[in-house]
């Protein structure tokens, strides 16, 4: 998921929840309607409830005007970031008389933040653990460079011939890192330990050297780096960040991977920079026009999506189904917090 640290900086969305693990509040049993929510996220919720005084309503279906009863007598409602929240649907919750609506993720980038704040809805997001996007990140950059995906096919088909092409170490690589957010920075963390080049860019300006990395400008950091790891928020200055002119500007043989969100590449762009080899390749834990297909089962469907359909076929490409925060330790954190936001905007210390 994209990650928006801790700022206030409008581009990042809102501030994440403060850390959970408060005592339970005095009185009545506050009364939460929890929607899109799978049966461990469920299990959570029921186990962590007392903690925090409250009464959880589950819904495994995403929220929609179909189900808004479901929030009736409560103010606060938790939702996934697996579909989109329609502003219609907006409409309909704040006329049920729901205030605000706590997603559990740190993009929110599937509801219209600013149409919600129109009907009287405040919308906050949560900060789970960086850790686990940041595990998966160094994976993916792992698997790329030594050209895992096909070795492990060839396996599976019981050809064990090495491949073609060796692999590349890291500590003999620049790695640069977009975005230095509570996730960017948990990756550049990790990469010390491997003894690359670190090289970073954010919005914020900052330029110079500290703790052993280059803070360069994006320009500089595509031309000087073999991999490129993306972690910026998605929104209007982000979308397309890798468009077809940043694609051209990467050295040959470079590595792009993606575990923030799927439009901050040019996917039409990126394809045929892959196929002709010009980029040694990616990996992508987020696509765009992902909605819909990831988090389902499509084995006897037919996928519509010819782009997406390309890049699982491409040798040097790794997909996944946007599963880098899918750890037992980011899930307690993300329950944890969307409670604790939805209690702290009902005492009126979160806006």
């Not at 929240?85 to 559990?104: F, M, Q």
């Amino acid at each position: 998921m994209a990650d928006t640290g801790r700022s206030t900086d409008p581009g990042r969305g809102p501030e994440p929840a403060a850390d959970a693990g408060r005592g339970a509040p005095d009185g009545p049993p506050a009364g939460i309607t929890v929607y899109g929510c799978g049966r461990d996220e469920a299990a959570l919720f029921a186990e962590l409830a007392p903690r925090f005084n409250v009464r959880p309503t589950i819904a495994e279906a995403p929220v929609s005007e179909g189900n808004i009863e479901l929030a009736l007598g409560n103010r606060c409602i938790s939702v996934g970031h697996k579909s989109r929240v329609t502003s219609a649907t907006l409409l309909a919750l704040s006329r049920a008389g729901v205030a605000y609506v706590s997603t559990r993720s740190i993009g929110v980038n599937h509801i219209n933040v600013k149409y919600a704040e129109s009907v009287g809805i405040t919308v906050g997001n949560i900060a789970y653990s960086p850790g686990s996007v940041a595990d998966y990140t160094l994976m993916l950059i792992l698997m790329a460079l030594r050209h895992a995906k096909p070795v492990l096919l060839r396996a599976e088909a019981h050809d064990y011939r090495l491949h073609e092409t060796r692999g590349r170490e890291l500590r003999d690589l620049t790695v640069g890192v977009v975005g230095t957010g509570r996730i960017g920075s948990a990756v550049i963390e990790r990469l010390k330990g491997f003894g690359c080049r670190i090289l970073a860019h954010d919005s914020r300006p900052a330029g110079g050297r500290s703790d052993g990395v280059d803070r360069v400008p994006l320009d500089d950091l595509l031309r000087g780096s073999d991999v490129v790891t993306l972690h910026t928020p998605l929104n209007a200055g982000t979308h397309h960040l890798l468009d077809r002119h940043r694609i051209e500007r990467l050295r040959p043989g470079a590595v792009v991977v993606n575990t923030g969100r799927g439009p901050l590449i040019d996917t039409e762009a990126l394809v045929p920079a892959l196929e002709s080899g010009r980029l040694g390749g990616a990996a992508l834990d987020v696509v765009e026009g992902e909605e819909g297909v990831f988090y389902t089962d499509r084995r006897r469907e037919p996928i519509e999506d010819k782009t997406l359909l390309r890049l699982q076929e491409l040798p040097n490409t790794i997909i996944s189904p946007h599963t880098a925060y899918y750890t037992d330790r980011a899930l307690r954190d993300t329950v944890e917090q969307s409670i604790a936001g939805c209690l702290d905007f009902e005492k009126g210390t979160r806006r």
